[in-house]
């Protein structure tokens, strides 16, 4: 519907060739482009690095008016602001720390009969707080002169999304004052939940959708346990010392101090790597990233979350994972950072039981605005199933990540391209079908029976406790509580410990069960809900003759 030729085509070329200096289109761009001059809503996901810039970029410059581009990083719009004016597109950024002089000439100009600008980026603070940036969109409206709002990273807007933003709620009013003004949305992550949420919070109804796949088939993925922290650090090490001499990557840590130990630590044995992380100042920021830029000085970055959006270095051959992403899209961006240049990458999550009571502690204990009780859930539950992805033995990774953004990708595939594929899928284990029903719904009763049918609590269970009790520990505390007297005690002896794990991960994460922090509760009732035909996978390793997989399906 978009590809073919409009009244404004010749004019469009001619910018995309001329000012942007670009010859071929990326996918979805040109109709994106085509749709947005048009004059429709267009909400555009693409992977980062896909090419959403210049879906509004180029729409902006043809464009009578001034686009208002809404995003959430004060160093994603610098960096915008410096590429277009490099390519001679006037433009501006209404930031909150440019000075009131230079805000004021800003203004002036774009009260201007005929303002220069063609694009101004603003942070949802500012829209959100600043009466005199209200004051000037309602007069460039008035004058027919607001041309486009544009909202980068638009899933911030939404609560299920894995960066929520409060400043970003407000946004939906945007439609509703300036009626009639185009919206253009961009994200590089949603998933059906996330997209009908966002258009739902912009109170956007007749978008034109542009969705382009999420696979990275360059990508190659893989879950390690992690053990200590001190041993995961050995282990890295050992991958970088074997694999990749010499070669960029990027570690996630867990917090500030996780990023410097690590970076510490390899740096000990000669290995290029520094830490980057929110306490870190501007300045020494801004250093790191330079060296970030060069390979020679920086080649392994030690890092939070912090360190993501807007950063775009295109030959990161790894992305290790030495502490669990928050939610699977987080993972999904944050691995994606590696083989932006097309070239094979490996990405390797460690992940471990003890960080995800680490993490949950956290998310319970944060006493801010936004967390409320829901969206605490939310972010708990977004861990969760995390660490069955982790646990997950069984199903090709690739399939679990893309069908997480509702897309369908068949293992089979995996299979054939084979250099690029997953650790399960590459996994020489034979899978057999166990069937759990029974298992489960003695498991559930046995939580109900410990912990009190749901009402107050008896007394506190634990995961690894009900995992002793079903496995026949003798620990003198299963045996001085006398759980060894319980019906189910010894019932799973035949599984080992990580599959019986794996099986009460996915009743926590199914609901059957729930989980506090540590502390195990069955949902009401939730026995009835179980239901024969509930199989589990076990994966039985011809060298041990011993199951080592499990996989719930419900
Ligand atoms: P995203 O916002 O989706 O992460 P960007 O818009 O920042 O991605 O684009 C990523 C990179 O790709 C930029 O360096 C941009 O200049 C480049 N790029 C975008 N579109 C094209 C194209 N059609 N041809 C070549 N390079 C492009």
Request: charged residues 25%; contains cysteine.
């Given at each position: 519907e978009f590809v073919k030729d409009f009244p404004h085509t010749k004019s469009m070329l001619d910018v995309f060739h001329s000012v942007f200096g670009l010859k071929k289109f990326r996918h979805n761009q040109r109709e994106a482009v085509n749709a947005a001059l048009e004059g429709y809503d267009c909400f555009v996901l693409m992977p980062t690095g896909g090419g959403k810039s210049l879906c509004y970029q180029l729409p902006a410059v043809l464009d009578q008016g001034v686009t208002f581009v809404v995003s959430p990083l004060r160093s994603l719009i610098l960096d915008q602001k410096q590429k277009l004016l490099s390519l001679g597109v006037a433009c501006t950024a209404l930031t909150g720390d440019i000075?009131?002089?230079?805000?004021?000439e800003i203004y002036r100009e774009l009260y201007k009969h005929v303002p220069g600008y063609k694009i101004v980026y603003i942070t949802p603070e500012k829209i959100k707080h600043s009466e005199q940036l209200e004051r000037l969109l309602k007069s460039l409206y008035d004058r027919n002169l607001l041309s486009r709002f544009v909202i980068d990273e638009a899933h911030c807007v939404s609560e299920y999304g894995h960066d929520f933003r409060p400043d970003y709620l407000n946004l939906?009013?945007?439609?509703?004052?300036?009626?009639?003004v185009k919206f253009i949305l961009l994200t590089a992550t949603a998933t059906p939940r996330v997209k009908k949420d966002i258009l739902h919070q912009m109170k956007i109804t007749n978008a034109k959708l542009f969705i382009q796949s999420f696979n990275r088939s360059n990508l190659i993925?893989?879950?390690?346990?992690k053990g200590t922290t001190d041993n995961a650090l050995k282990k890295i090490l050992t991958l970088i010392q074997a694999d990749y001499k010499n070669q960029c990557g990027i570690i996630y840590c867990f917090s500030r101090n996780e990023?410097?130990?690590?970076?510490?630590?390899?740096?000990?044995?000669?290995?290029?790597a520094?830490?980057?992380h929110a306490g870190l100042n501007d300045s020494k920021r801004a250093q790191v990233q330079n060296q970030w830029a060069n390979d020679d000085t920086c080649q392994?970055?030690?890092?939070?979350i912090a360190f993501g959006m807007g950063i775009d270095k295109p030959n990161v051959r790894y992305v290790i994972h030495l502490s669990m992403p928050k939610s699977i899209e987080g993972y999904y961006q944050e691995s994606g950072r590696a083989g932006r240049d097309g070239a094979m990458s490996f990405c390797y999550l460690f992940y471990g039981y003890q960080d995800l009571v680490k993490m949950k502690r956290l998310i319970?204990?944060?006493?801010?605005?936004?967390?409320?009780?829901?969206?605490?859930?939310?972010?708990?539950?977004?861990?969760h199933r995390v660490y069955s992805y982790c646990l997950n033995n069984a199903d090709c990774r690739r399939t679990l990540l893309l069908e997480y953004f509702g897309e369908a990708f068949s293992s089979q595939e995996c299979k054939r391209i084979k250099a690029t594929t997953c650790d399960n899928c590459r996994s020489v284990l034979k899978t057999k079908t166990l069937d759990c029903t029974q298992l489960s719904i003695d498991i559930v009763k046995l939580v109900t029976q410990l912990v009190g049918e749901g009402k107050k609590s008896r007394q506190n269970i634990t995961l690894n406790q009900i995992i002793d009790i079903l496995r026949g520990s003798k620990n003198k505390n299963i045996i001085e509580a006398k759980y060894d007297q319980l019906a189910s005690y010894n019932s799973c002896s035949h599984m080992n410990k990580i599959d019986v794990e794996r099986l009460l991960s996915k009743l926590i994460l199914e609901g059957y069960l729930y989980q506090d922090i540590v502390v195990l509760q069955a949902h009401d009732s939730a026995v009835a809900y179980i239901r024969p035909g509930q199989r589990a996978h076990i994966v039985t390793n011809p060298a041990f003759q011993k199951s080592i997989k499990i996989e719930l399906t419900i």
């Amino acid at each position: 519907e978009f590809v073919k030729d409009f009244p404004h085509t010749k004019s469009m070329l001619d910018v995309f060739h001329s000012v942007f200096g670009l010859k071929k289109f990326r996918h979805n761009q040109r109709e994106a482009v085509n749709a947005a001059l048009e004059g429709y809503d267009c909400f555009v996901l693409m992977p980062t690095g896909g090419g959403k810039s210049l879906c509004y970029q180029l729409p902006a410059v043809l464009d009578q008016g001034v686009t208002f581009v809404v995003s959430p990083l004060r160093s994603l719009i610098l960096d915008q602001k410096q590429k277009l004016l490099s390519l001679g597109v006037a433009c501006t950024a209404l930031t909150g720390d440019i000075t009131k002089s230079e805000a004021d000439e800003i203004y002036r100009e774009l009260y201007k009969h005929v303002p220069g600008y063609k694009i101004v980026y603003i942070t949802p603070e500012k829209i959100k707080h600043s009466e005199q940036l209200e004051r000037l969109l309602k007069s460039l409206y008035d004058r027919n002169l607001l041309s486009r709002f544009v909202i980068d990273e638009a899933h911030c807007v939404s609560e299920y999304g894995h960066d929520f933003r409060p400043d970003y709620l407000n946004l939906g009013q945007l439609h509703v004052k300036y009626r009639n003004v185009k919206f253009i949305l961009l994200t590089a992550t949603a998933t059906p939940r996330v997209k009908k949420d966002i258009l739902h919070q912009m109170k956007i109804t007749n978008a034109k959708l542009f969705i382009q796949s999420f696979n990275r088939s360059n990508l190659i993925y893989e879950c390690r346990p992690k053990g200590t922290t001190d041993n995961a650090l050995k282990k890295i090490l050992t991958l970088i010392q074997a694999d990749y001499k010499n070669q960029c990557g990027i570690i996630y840590c867990f917090s500030r101090n996780e990023c410097e130990k690590t970076a510490n630590y390899l740096a000990s044995y000669k290995i290029k790597a520094l830490a980057y992380h929110a306490g870190l100042n501007d300045s020494k920021r801004a250093q790191v990233q330079n060296q970030w830029a060069n390979d020679d000085t920086c080649q392994v970055i030690c890092a939070t979350i912090a360190f993501g959006m807007g950063i775009d270095k295109p030959n990161v051959r790894y992305v290790i994972h030495l502490s669990m992403p928050k939610s699977i899209e987080g993972y999904y961006q944050e691995s994606g950072r590696a083989g932006r240049d097309g070239a094979m990458s490996f990405c390797y999550l460690f992940y471990g039981y003890q960080d995800l009571v680490k993490m949950k502690r956290l998310i319970m204990s944060e006493v801010t605005m936004t967390s409320t009780k829901e969206a605490k859930k939310i972010r708990i539950d977004n861990l969760h199933r995390v660490y069955s992805y982790c646990l997950n033995n069984a199903d090709c990774r690739r399939t679990l990540l893309l069908e997480y953004f509702g897309e369908a990708f068949s293992s089979q595939e995996c299979k054939r391209i084979k250099a690029t594929t997953c650790d399960n899928c590459r996994s020489v284990l034979k899978t057999k079908t166990l069937d759990c029903t029974q298992l489960s719904i003695d498991i559930v009763k046995l939580v109900t029976q410990l912990v009190g049918e749901g009402k107050k609590s008896r007394q506190n269970i634990t995961l690894n406790q009900i995992i002793d009790i079903l496995r026949g520990s003798k620990n003198k505390n299963i045996i001085e509580a006398k759980y060894d007297q319980l019906a189910s005690y010894n019932s799973c002896s035949h599984m080992n410990k990580i599959d019986v794990e794996r099986l009460l991960s996915k009743l926590i994460l199914e609901g059957y069960l729930y989980q506090d922090i540590v502390v195990l509760q069955a949902h009401d009732s939730a026995v009835a809900y179980i239901r024969p035909g509930q199989r589990a996978h076990i994966v039985t390793n011809p060298a041990f003759q011993k199951s080592i997989k499990i996989e719930l399906t419900i």
